[in-house]
């Protein structure tokens, strides 16, 4: 019977860097913006920002 590695799932979760999902940036490293952190992705504010231009230049494309 094969288990799965348990140590290593430990280890990857020990060296968890919390990164943006989208472009990357290490919230430790970057003073300036905030990290949302979901269970399997994360998202920086600045992130956060280009989504919300995009959906409101979409919000307006609709309206016309
Ligand atoms: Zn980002």
Do not use: Y
């Amino acid at each position: 019977m094969v288990m799965p590695n348990k140590d290593r799932v430990v280890l990857k979760e020990a060296n968890f860097i919390a990164c943006c999902s989208f472009c990357g940036k290490e919230a430790e490293k970057e003073d300036s913006i905030e990290l949302i952190i979901g269970p399997q992705v994360s998202i920086c504010s600045e992130c956060v920002e280009i989504c919300a231009e995009l959906l409101k230049e979409k919000a307006v494309d609709a309206s016309t």
